[in-house]
């Protein structure tokens, strides 16, 4: 079988840790032939792991997509605002796409690329990583089996975990909604997804709520500085402080994206005056610290969703209410329990785990993308259509907790095609 060529556009976190990792384990199966990457570090080390001879290398997106197609894939991974305009170039291009969420910050464009992709006959994927995860498929097999009888209800929780809030929704990437996108969709579009996908049917109306309540100046301790490591008062104390996340453990995720350099001095050069070494209660963030959505589907099943930055473990957790038994299950546990009513019995499931962040979902999509280009079979995958179902109640539950409304689904959709 001859490896299927990729290119992989915004070689960060994503497109190195999680996809670029999958291709170095799976040399038979792809390889990476070119990158644009605008940071000169990231890209220099990208392409040493892969191999990339110089002319592939690229500085931005749009140079790479000047070229004549290379390869068969573009693996999309840059930031949130530009996913549109690079989809649809990739689209013109002739490239399949494996696009990272949110597929576009706009409902209306969310709708616009899976047409587009159709027209072309493309294949696109919507990396919502968690439908690849063996234990939220195992928890569809389930409700197929009919192992609850009659879903009622769904009880989701997305524990975001404080330092992890702290690190993307605070300091991060995803702080400001202007620049990223509101935390329900950048962060939970996957859970929106998720929902549905178990609901088992379109959503009919959204209510939510939900504001920033900690993250904010008036909440600063007594002595604290503008950078942790300033001389602040509480930097041993505080659990949010550079010591805490950055400091005390080993390389890794997120210390990997504050500096490429491993090394003790590297970190606290770059914490020093960058961006992740700004005191939590002083930066520049809007995105709300806490939401709850409610949601009524076609069917009738209802929904409540609540995202936290205020857990100990970031992980989620759910619960699915059946007329015949009730699941229960943990990501990060990686268990799943079945009660039944009638036999009154508790089964606990471990799915296989597999490789890759996620719970293997990582790994997962990318190993369902490459089979479906390799058979042209598009089961392995979940329809773009159908992804941009969980982004369009994203998009409704910001506009729900904004005004205060109940947004009604169907008017909304239609409201976002103009
Ligand atoms: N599927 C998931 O579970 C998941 C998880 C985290 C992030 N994401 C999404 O993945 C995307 C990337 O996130 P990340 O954490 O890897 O961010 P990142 O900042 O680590 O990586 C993005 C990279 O794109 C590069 N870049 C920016 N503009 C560019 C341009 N014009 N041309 C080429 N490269 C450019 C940046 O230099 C950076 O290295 C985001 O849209 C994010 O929301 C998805």
């Given at each position: ?53 110089g ?30 305009d690079?989809?649809?170039k ?34 696109l ?23 609850i ?74 002595g ?54 700004r ?14 959505v ?7 099943v ?117």
């Amino acid at each position: 079988m001859k490896p299927t060529g990729i290119a992989v556009i915004g070689a960060g976190n994503r497109g190195r840790e999680a996809y670029g990792e999958y291709v170095l384990q799976n040399p038979h199966e792809c390889t990476v032939v070119a990158v644009a990457e605008t940071d000169d570090e990231r890209r220099r080390l990208f392409s040493a792991e892969h191999q990339i001879p110089g002319h592939r290398q690229f500085e931005s997106w749009q140079e790479l997509l000047e070229e004549p197609r290379l390869c068969d894939a573009v693996l999309i991974c840059i930031g949130d605002r530009d996913h549109y305009d690079v989809t649809m170039k990739c689209i013109e291009r002739g490239y399949h796409v494996l696009l990272e969420k949110p597929m576009a910050v706009d409902p209306g464009q969310c709708l616009e690329i899976p047409a587009a992709a159709d027209e072309a006959g493309i294949t696109l994927v919507i990396a919502h990583v968690l439908r690849y995860t063996p234990l939220f498929y195992t928890i569809r097999e389930l409700l197929d089996r009919d192992a609850i009888g009659r879903v009622v209800t769904i009880q989701h929780n997305e524990n975001v975990g404080h330092q992890h809030f702290a690190h993307s929704y605070v300091r991060g990437n995803w702080r400001r909604a202007e620049t990223s996108s509101p935390i329900i969709l950048a962060k939970s579009c996957h859970d929106m997804d998720l929902i549905f996908w178990f609901a088992g049917a379109r959503c009919q109306s959204v209510s939510s709520f939900g504001r920033l309540i900690h993250f904010r100046e008036e909440n600063a301790p007594p002595g604290s500085t503008e950078y942790c490591l300033d001389g602040c008062s509480v930097f041993h104390t505080c659990p949010f402080s550079v010591a805490a996340v950055y400091l005390s453990s080993p390389y890794r995720w997120p210390t990997t994206v504050v500096t490429p350099d491993s090394s003790l001095d590297a970190r606290i050069e770059a914490l020093r005056r960058g961006p992740y070494g700004r005191c939590v209660y002083r930066c520049d963030n809007d995105v709300v610290d806490n939401q709850v959505v409610a949601m009524s589907f076609e069917n009738g099943v209802t929904a409540s969703f609540t995202l936290s930055g205020f857990t100990h473990e970031i992980s989620r957790t759910i619960k699915l209410m059946g007329t015949r038994g009730e699941i229960r299950a943990h990501l990060e546990k990686n268990e799943i329990e079945l009660h039944s009513f009638s036999t009154k019995s508790v089964t606990t499931i471990r799915p296989h785990a597999g490789t890759g962040k996620h719970g293997g979902g990582d790994h997962g999509l990318m190993r369902s993308f490459l089979r479906s280009l390799r058979t042209g079979n598009h089961d392995y995958i979940v329809n773009a259509r159908e992804s941009a179902e969980g982004h369009l109640i994203a998009f409704a539950a910001e506009e729900a907790r904004k005004n205060g409304n109940v947004v009604q689904m169907d008017a909304f959709v239609e409201a976002s095609k103009t």
